[in-house]
């Protein structure tokens, strides 16, 4: 008798999937804006007490929505509070993940000295100012004349004096880290960057992969590192079961499908829209998409620094500070 395995199961459901593919499609709902299922996820049958998704390994993480802690932020408007997705407790992390729900009128607080910041608007808008210049981001690209992107890149010497507020209520997805120049190009600076996700330019992903890969950040060395948006249509996945020393974050922020994560046979995650995940270095990753739209997330990734120089697992803020400052 075949022995049916959870691997097995999830397989099958990928071909099937793949057989019952349709035309190619945006997402499942054309009306959405912005990314709601984030914070409102749609009712899953998890309401019994005490049960979660999320899961902490060795080398992942995954943090669910019904496992969210919301706390104040330092420095920031005390009616804004944030949830940490990732952060350098973590094992190798050297870098934030968190979640902030901004009400009216409510502003961020400034970066820490030398700490890079990326914003990505997930409901609502936000206006980022210095001096007389200020941008106005929304997670609807019709939200006005005026509205020049969804996310913004902060460099370190920008990211503590420009100012972040909140235009109606707002739930922004920020990533900060340590800033650490190239020992080669010390004097080549990162700059202020924004946009929208879907204005990009589609990049080939390498072949035999077939997913849909934006890179929200020049692909220059002055960067550290990039922000990539992935979209899966029902059926495509990753062909390469991947593992390399770069680490991850990573917000589903559309749709549903399976992670296999970890070492060995690994862990088989069904996850969708709201779900977080921490891969650190050399965790074996493959991700498939399930109907009935399209998955899209976001992710982090380190890139362009020497591991010799960037592999201080879990030493997060300490050892980048002395990185930035020059004290290899």
């Known amino acids: 008798m075949r022995r049916v395995t959870s691997r097995s199961r999830a397989v099958s459901r990928v071909a099937l999937v793949s057989d019952q593919m349709a035309s190619k499609r945006p997402r499942a709902d054309e009306t959405q804006s912005g990314y709601p299922e984030v914070m409102h996820p749609k009712p899953r049958g998890e309401g019994l007490p005490g049960l979660t998704r999320s899961r902490n390994e060795a080398d992942h993480a995954v943090i669910t929505p019904e496992s969210r802690v919301w706390c104040g932020l330092p420095g920031w408007d005390p009616r804004c509070s944030g949830a940490y997705l990732a952060s350098p407790q973590m094992n190798g992390a050297l870098f934030t993940m968190c979640l902030v729900k901004m009400p009216n009128g409510a502003c961020a607080g400034p970066a820490l000295p030398g700490v890079e910041r990326f914003i990505l608007v997930v409901e609502g808008g936000i206006t980022a100012a210095l001096s007389e210049m200020s941008f106005r981001l929304s997670a609807v690209k019709s939200g006005g004349d005026d509205v020049v992107g969804e996310y913004i890149y902060l460099p370190p010497d920008k990211a503590s004096t420009w100012s972040i507020k909140a235009e ?143 592999g201080s697992t879990g030493a997060g803020y300490k050892h980048n500070a002395k990185y930035q400052a020059g004290i290899f």
């Open 168 to 310: 109606g209520a707002t739930t922004i997805l920020m990533f900060e880290q340590v800033y650490r120049p190239s020992p080669h190009r010390i004097d080549d600076k990162p700059s202020v960057e924004l946009g929208f996700i879907d204005d990009k330019p589609t990049l080939d992903p390498g072949a035999p992969e077939v997913f849909t890969l934006r890179k929200l950040l020049p692909l220059e060395e002055r960067f550290d590192f990039n922000i990539h948006v992935m979209d899966f249509e029902p059926g495509q996945f990753l062909h390469c079961n991947e593992m390399h020393y770069n680490q991850h974050g990573m917000l589903m922020l559309e749709g549903q499908g399976i992670y296999r994560l970890g070492q060995g046979d690994g862990r088989w995650y069904h996850l969708r829209a709201g779900d977080a995940v921490y891969m650190a270095p050399y965790c074996p990753q493959w991700y498939a998409a399930l109907e009935p739209g399209r998955t899209r997330y976001v992710l982090y990734k380190d890139t362009y620094r020497d591991p010799l120089l960037t």
